[in-house]
């Protein structure tokens, strides 16, 4: 069965910071390049980081020097470690594979930045 579950999202105060995890399905995770993505109330959903089977990694520009993304291939699971939290990063954030398979989208794990 594929399964993708976030997790490690919450509130934080601006400046804080935060880790993700993502553990997806072996069928999914397996020498796959895999990114966190995540969606604003009435935007697109925007990738904002992705990292190799190999580990190169890539950034977007609203997010590049503040998020770190990383993955532990013998745990099909994937972190993201955010620091310097603004509240523009509010949102939900997701996994998936990059590019990303629509029956691939789990839930989310919400992120509010807010004092």
């Known amino acids: 069965q594929v399964q993708v579950v976030e997790s490690g999202g919450g509130l934080v105060q601006p400046g804080g910071s935060l880790r993700l995890s993502c553990v997806a399905s072996g069928s999914i995770f397996r020498f796959e390049t895999m990114g966190w993505y995540r969606q604003a109330p009435g935007k697109q959903r925007e990738l904002v980081a992705s990292?190799?089977?190999?580990?190169?990694?890539n950034y977007a520009d609203s997010v590049k020097g503040r998020f770190t993304i990383s993955r532990d291939n013998a745990k099909n699971t994937m972190y993201l470690q955010m620091s310097s939290l603004k509240p523009e990063d509010t949102t939900v954030y997701y996994c998936?594979?990059?590019?990303?398979?629509?029956?691939?989208w789990g839930q989310g794990t919400q992120v509010t930045v807010s004092s």
């Open positions: 998936n594979t990059a590019p990303a398979v629509a029956r691939y």
């Open positions: 990292i190799t089977w190999s580990g190169k990694t």
